[in-house]
């Protein structure tokens, strides 16, 4: 347990009025259109909508590699839109993991070299980065694996490194944005159960964006985006492995 960030009920992520535009005049496009809603530690959501309904645009001002254009978002009580690009970018190290569809490793490089890097921008010594990474990879179930490359691997294997890479700096939110998308089905819910357990045995809270429906139910909360508006905001019994 991360006890660092463990204050279930806290609010992590929380929008007020968040609108985002892109381009002036008639050619402004309302991305987000007025969005509220907040996401207590411990939660797992899962960000849903069709193409085009701002759940990208959500994901880059949670995951602060962008700014509302007006509204405010908190990141543990900390306006995000008011810290400058240098800010944002040390809160991003220290506070955030991110896991992407197309898992995004370096390719001529080992598993474990793979998730030492976030350590490396830390500036963690080379031992302790080591350990932290070992640990990491078995917390993924990929122990025995840490000298293969990504191409040594299958998909499943190459996103549990990328997720192991993602917790390896003890981050108090993981955003994943279709973490699924490039996985067949099996592969897609032992993904899936991966992350549940991250949820519940390390407590981290999770904002994950997806469209397929089986993999929305592992969480215990669905948002639901639809021009720039959310929706609806649902909570459910979530699927168990
Ligand atoms: P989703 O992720 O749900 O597909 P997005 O957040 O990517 O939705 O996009 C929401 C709306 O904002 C769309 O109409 C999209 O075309 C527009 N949009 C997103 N990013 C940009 C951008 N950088 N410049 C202009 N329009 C954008």
Aim: aromatic share 6%.
């Amino acid at each position: 347990m991360n006890t660092e960030h463990a204050n279930p009920g806290e609010a992590v992520m929380e929008f007020r009025g968040v609108t985002k535009v892109y381009g002036e005049a008639e050619s402004a496009v309302a991305a987000l259109a007025g969005v509220d809603f907040r996401v207590d530690q411990g939660e797992f959501v899962a960000i849903m909508g069709p193409s085009g309904s701002g759940k990208s645009t959500c994901m880059n001002i949670l995951g602060c590699l962008d700014t509302p254009t007006g509204g405010t978002y908190l990141f543990k009580g900390v306006d995000a839109g008011r810290l400058s690009r240098k800010q944002r970018a040390r809160l991003r190290r220290y506070y955030l993991g991110f896991v992407f569809q197309g898992f995004n490793l370096l390719a001529r490089t080992s598993a474990i070299e793979n998730v030492e890097l976030p350590l490396i921008y830390r500036g963690t010594k080379a031992r302790e980065r080591r350990e932290r990474a070992q640990r990491a990879l078995e917390l993924v179930g990929l122990k025995g694996r840490e000298d293969h490359t990504p191409a040594e691997l299958s998909g499943g294997q190459q996103q549990r490194v990328a997720i192991a890479r993602a917790m390896v700096t003890d981050p108090a939110v993981l955003l994943a944005d279709e973490p699924t998308g490039n996985l067949d089905s099996a592969r897609s819910e032992e993904i899936m159960e991966l992350l549940t357990k991250l949820n519940r045995e390390q407590g981290i809270t999770i904002a994950m964006v997806t469209h397929e429906p089986d993999m929305a139910e592992y969480a215990g909360r669905r948002i639901l985006f639809h021009d720039g508006l959310v929706a609806s905001d649902t909570r459910t019994t979530p699927k168990r492995g």
